[in-house]
T-cell receptor, first 112, second 115 residues
């Protein structure tokens, strides 16, 4: 079945630096890759997503890249701010199965 | 539109009991998925319902079941509770219209503690 590996599990950066989180997936049939941000005690919130026919997508300080050949996708956050501190989850959607498979999450800490 | 809602927000049960959790999707959304979130295992898919039918199922024992009503509201039931069932249970809804894939929006979750 599909497996999604996410690295690193924890990431600490200084305010203003960039943060990069990487995920790999195993099922070549996966066609949709969302990223969720979960603050402590709150629900996961979608921050950006990318579909398999697109290589890169950007939304202000957040960007996601997808390499279908290598089966990996990455989240890039530039000019990090303390409010970016949260757990970030990547996921892959298997169209044939119809469900999201999540990575284990990355706890991002942005130090002022 | 109102977001996804879940009730109750917190539950405390003892081993052997059963529990029912409820999820109301965003108006117009017909797909409801359920996930279990624990510190050790992360977010794990339980099952998905679409138009009152279970369309997909994860690798959980038969003690975990669910259903969906004609208004798209969904319930999940866990029977014979075990300590390991303590977790945050999240539901997510999507429109699942003509597209094969639609964004999933999460509810706030139900925190279940089994003593």
């Amino acid at each position: 079945g599909e497996n999604v590996e996410q690295h690193p599990s924890t990431l600490s950066v200084q305010e203003g630096d960039s943060a990069v989180i990487k995920c790999t997936y195993s099922d070549s049939a996966s066609n949709y890759f969302p990223w969720y941000k979960q603050e402590l005690g709150k629900r996961p919130q979608l921050i950006i997503d990318i579909r398999s026919n697109v290589g890169e997508k950007k939304d202000q300080r957040i960007a996601v890249t997808l390499n279908k050949t290598a089966k990996h996708f990455s989240l890039h956050i530039t000019e990090t701010q303390p409010e970016d501190s949260a757990v970030y989850f990547c996921a892959a959607f298997r169209g044939s199965q119809g469900n999201l498979i999540f990575g284990k999450g990355t706890k991002l800490s942005v130090k002022p | 539109k109102a977001g996804v809602t879940q009730t109750p927000r917190y539950l405390i049960k003892t081993r052997g009991q059963q529990v029912t959790l409820s999820c109301s999707p965003i108006s117009g959304h017909r797909s409801v998925s359920w996930y279990q979130q624990t510190p050790g295992q992360g977010l794990q898919f339980l099952f998905e319902y679409f138009s009152e039918t279970q369309r997909n199922k994860g690798n959980f024992p038969g003690r975990f079941s669910g259903r969906q009503f004609s208004n798209s509201r969904s319930e999940m039931n866990v029977s014979t509770l075990e300590l390991g069932d303590s977790a945050l249970y999240l539901c997510a809804s999507s429109s699942q219209g003509q597209k094969l894939v639609d964004t999933q929006y999460f509810g706030p979750g139900t925190r279940l503690t089994v003593l």
